[in-house]
C-alpha cells in the first residue's frame, strides 16, 4: 500500500486539475455528452477494457489482474445540477446555471486516478476490478438502474462507493451497516375547489382552506401513527395558489416529500395520506389529484463489506476518526447495486472551516476540501485490495 500511495500522492495536482476541469464543464443529469467521452478517454488510454453507452450515457471499464480472484466494483457518479454557481474561484462553471454543487466532479476525478494506480499494477493484482463510472444520480428513475439491467454489475462479487460529503470535516470517513440514506419519493397534490369573490366565501369552495387542513393532518402521521422507533420524514415543501388579495382560487397546488428506510412504513405513510386528502376533500366538497412516486430505495449498507470498509478505512486516516455515523435521509441512487450485490457506501469528510469550504450540498457556493479526493482514492484502493486478498 506504501508503494500505491506514494503513486496517488505523486498524481494528486493531476487529478485536481482534471477533477476542476469537470467542474468547469459540468452537464445535467441525462444530458451527459461530453463527460463520458473524457472518462472513456482516460480509461482507454490506460489500457483496460472499456464498455461506453451502458445503460443510456454510463461509462465502464475492466482492470483484470494477472492472477485469478474475486471481482470488486467501484463506483463513481458524474451528472451535474441545474444550480447557477456561485464561487468566485479560477475553476468557476462556465455553463450558466449548471454546476456540480454535490461533488460529482470529484467522485469522477478520485476514480479515475484510482484506476490509474491500479492499471499501473494490474499485473499484481489477483481479481478484476470493476470502474462503474454512473449518469445521471441527481433525477429519477437514475442511470444505476439502466446500468445494471445492462449488465454493469455481471460478475461482481462486491461493490463500495463513496460520497464526498460536506456535513463532516476533511480527514473523516462515515460508515453505519444497515440503513445508511433513506428511500427519497415524492408526492403532488392537487385540490380542485370553487373559485369565486373574496367577499363570499360561503359561495366558494376554498381549496386554500382544504389544503392548509390537509398539511396539518400530515404532520401528524410521522407524530402519531408512525412507530417512533421507525425513522420516517414527510415534508410539505410548496403550496401555491391564487394571485389576488381579494379572490378565492379555484385550485391549490401542494408538493412534497417522503423519506423513509422501511418499506412497510413507506405503504403506511402512502396509505395514511390517502386516507387525509380523500376525507378532507369530500368533507369540503372539493375533488383532487394526488401522485405519490417512489424514488431510490433506501441505501442498506451489507454488514461483511462495512465491517471491512471500515478497517481498510482506519489504515487511511486513523481509528478516531474512521466514525460510525447515523443514517441521512438523503437518497442515493447507489441503493440500486446493494440490492444486487454485497457492498456498503460510505461518507468522505470533505468540508473545511479555516478554507471556509462549508456551504451545504446543492448550494451556489458548495466546494470541496480537495484533499478529501485524495483520501477518498486511498480508502478505495485499500479496501478494494483488501477485499482481493482476502
Given amino acids: 500500500m506504501e508503494k500505491l500511495f506514494a503513486r496517488i500522492e505523486e498524481l494528486y495536482p493531476e487529478m485536481v486539475e482534471l477533477r476542476r476541469y469537470f467542474h468547469q464543464h459540468p452537464e445535467l443529469s441525462f444530458q451527459e455528452v461530453h463527460t463520458p467521452k473524457k472518462i472513456a478517454q482516460f480509461l482507454s488510454e490506460l489500457g483496460i477494457e472499456v464498455k461506453t453507452e451502458v445503460g443510456g450515457r454510463g461509462v465502464v471499464g475492466y482492470i483484470r489482474g494477472g492472477k485469478p480472484g474475486k471481482t470488486v466494483a467501484l463506483r463513481a457518479d458524474f451528472d451535474a445540477l441545474p444550480i447557477q454557481d456561485e464561487k468566485d474561484v479560477p475553476y468557476k462553471s462556465t455553463v450558466d446555471g449548471v454546476m456540480h454543487a454535490c461533488g460529482h466532479d470529484a467522485h469522477t476525478s478520485t476514480l479515475l486516478f484510482v484506476a490509474k494506480v491500479l492499471a499501473e499494477h494490474r499485473e499484481e493484482l489477483a481479481g478484476t476490478v470493476v470502474l462503474i463510472h454512473q449518469f445521471?444520480?441527481?433525477?429519477?428513475?437514475?442511470?444505476?438502474?439502466?446500468?445494471?439491467?445492462?449488465?454493469?454489475?455481471?460478475?461482481?462479487?462486491?461493490?463500495?462507493?463513496?460520497?464526498?460529503?460536506?456535513?463532516?470535516?476533511i480527514g473523516t470517513v462515515g460508515y453505519n451497516a444497515g440503513p445508511f440514506m433513506a428511500a427519497a419519493d415524492r408526492f403532488e397534490l392537487e385540490i380542485i375547489g370553487k373559485g369565486g369573490h373574496g367577499a363570499s366565501p360561503h359561495e366558494t369552495i376554498d381549496?386554500?382552506?382544504?389544503?392548509?387542513?390537509?398539511?396539518?393532518?400530515?404532520?401528524?402521521?410521522?407524530s402519531r401513527r408512525i412507530n417512533p422507533l421507525k425513522p420516517a420524514v414527510l415534508t410539505v415543501a410548496s403550496f401555491n395558489a391564487g394571485s389576488a388579495f381579494n379572490v378565492i382560487p379555484s385550485a391549490a397546488s401542494i408538493t412534497g416529500t417522503v423519506r423513509t428506510f422501511d418499506i412497510d412504513v413507506q405503504n403506511q405513510i402512502i396509505t395514511e395520506m390517502e386516507m387525509i386528502i380523500a376525507t378532507t376533500c369530500e368533507s369540503a366538497g372539493?375533488?383532487?389529484i394526488f401522485n405519490y412516486t417512489k424514488g431510490y430505495p433506501a441505501v442498506i449498507n451489507h454488514p461483511d463489506e462495512t465491517a471491512l470498509l471500515m478497517k481498510s478505512a482506519k489504515k487511511v486516516v486513523g481509528p478516531e476518526q474512521t466514525i460510525n455515523i447515523d443514517p441521512s435521509m438523503g437518497g442515493e441512487d447507489f441503493a440500486y447495486y446493494l440490492q444486487k450485490v454485497p457492498g456498503t457506501f460510505f461518507f468522505t469528510g470533505a468540508s473545511n472551516a479555516e478554507k471556509g469550504i462549508t456551504y451545504p450540498h446543492h448550494h451556489g457556493k458548495f466546494d470541496i476540501d480537495e484533499q478529501a479526493m485524495l483520501i477518498a482514492a486511498k480508502v478505495l484502493l485499500t479496501v478494494t485490495l483488501d477485499y482481493l486478498q482476502q
Wanted: charged residues 10%; hydrophobic residues 45%; glycine residues 12%.
Fill in 136 to 169: 445521471a444520480e441527481e433525477i429519477t428513475p437514475g442511470g444505476a438502474i439502466s446500468m445494471i439491467e445492462d449488465g454493469c454489475l455481471n460478475g461482481v462479487d462486491a461493490i463500495f462507493g463513496t460520497h464526498l460529503w460536506s456535513p463532516m470535516p
Fill in 207 to 222: 381549496p386554500i382552506a382544504v389544503g392548509t387542513s390537509i398539511v396539518q393532518q400530515l404532520q401528524q402521521i410521522i
Fill in 286 to 288: 372539493a375533488t383532487y
